[in-house]
């Protein structure tokens, strides 16, 4: 599993882009924020096996 962020205007206001991808998927989220809060509510309690 990699994420990543990067700027984006959403309505008008700064945001960020999220990708989060592993070998299966790959999931794009937009977000008002940076924080780690965006990790934790897309991964909902998910812990990949490392």
Known sequence: M????????????SGFHWVFRCQEAVVHQAAPTRAASVV?????GHRPAV
């Open 2 to 13: 990699a994420s990543d962020e990067t700027d984006v205007r959403i309505e008008g206001c």
């Open 40 to 44: 934790r509510d897309m991964m909902d």
